[in-house]
């Protein structure tokens, strides 16, 4: 009985730091994902400077800038569209950890 009272506090003990480190993945691939469009619209951007926006989806293809449609791990949301030149692509899970850090 004492061994099976341990392994239940040792696992109430893990599952929320578990959560944590799951929870700072999911953040840290979403402003990866964030920093990927801004190259990608920086790159459209600077070969086709007459144009004022750009869909995201332009940007994903075989031969394009994205391989594939970015979506953020946590709860599959999708990414400000259009893009403009003055703008940044956002989250629009509405989590304020999913954001490009100032000055990136």
């Known amino acids: 009985m004492i061994v099976v009272a341990i ?3 040792l696992a ?3 599952i929320p730091a578990f959560n944590k480190v799951r929870q700072f ?3 840290k691939a979403c402003v ?3 920093r990927q469009i801004a190259y990608a ?3 459209y951007f600077l070969l086709n400077g007459g144009e004022v926006s750009v869909a995201l989806a332009d940007l994903v293809g075989q031969d394009s800038y994205l391989k ?3 979506v953020c791990p946590q709860g599959d949301a999708g990414y400000t ?3 403009t030149p003055e703008t940044e692509a956002v989250c629009l899970r509405g989590d304020p950890n999913h954001a490009l850090p100032i000055g990136e």
């Open 25 to 27: 993945s999911h953040t």
């Open 81 to 83: 569209d259009p893009l």
């Open 32 to 34: 990866n994902n964030l």
């Open 7 to 9: 392994i239940a506090l």
């Open 68 to 70: 594939s449609m970015p």
């Open 12 to 14: 109430a003990m893990a």
């Open 41 to 43: 619209k920086d790159q």
